[in-house]
């Protein structure tokens, strides 16, 4: 069984940065996918970015539109810790953000952290 336990999440004013960390533990394959969801009140869950396991600072990356150029996905897989360094957030960042590990045949979840950008 896997576990993500997500970090950082908080208040902050518009342009403002957070960093969020999720740190899994458990049996995990050594190729896999993490990445960040989020998931704001009345919307669907969205991505917000995706790392594959790669070397050891990890490989592929994929962004969602919104955050692309704002946000930056990073890991570390000594540590099978994920990051996502937000900046410039805006108030439509607002949301639960999740942690996500997708392995050849499983999908795991966090149970998400709320940050919430005032205007």
């Known amino acids: 069984q896997v576990k993500l336990v997500e970090s950082g999440g908080g208040l902050v004013q518009a342009g403002g940065s957070l960093r969020l960390s999720c740190e899994a533990s458990?049996?995990?394959?050594?190729?896999?996918?993490m990445g960040w969801y989020r998931q704001a009140p009345g919307k669907q869950r969205e991505l917000v970015a995706s790392?594959?396991?790669?070397?050891?600072?990890?490989?592929?990356?994929i962004y969602g539109d919104s955050v692309r150029g704002r946000f930056t996905i990073s890991r570390d897989n000594a540590k099978n810790t994920v990051y996502l360094q937000m900046n410039s957030l805006k108030p439509e960042d607002t949301a639960v953000y999740y942690c996500?590990?997708?392995?050849?045949?499983?999908?795991?979840w966090g149970q998400g952290t709320q940050v919430t950008v005032s205007s």
């Open positions: 996500n590990l997708r392995e050849v045949t499983r999908d795991s």
């Open positions: 458990g049996s995990i394959f050594s190729i896999n996918r």
């Open positions: 790392i594959t396991s790669g070397g050891i600072s990890g490989g592929i990356t």
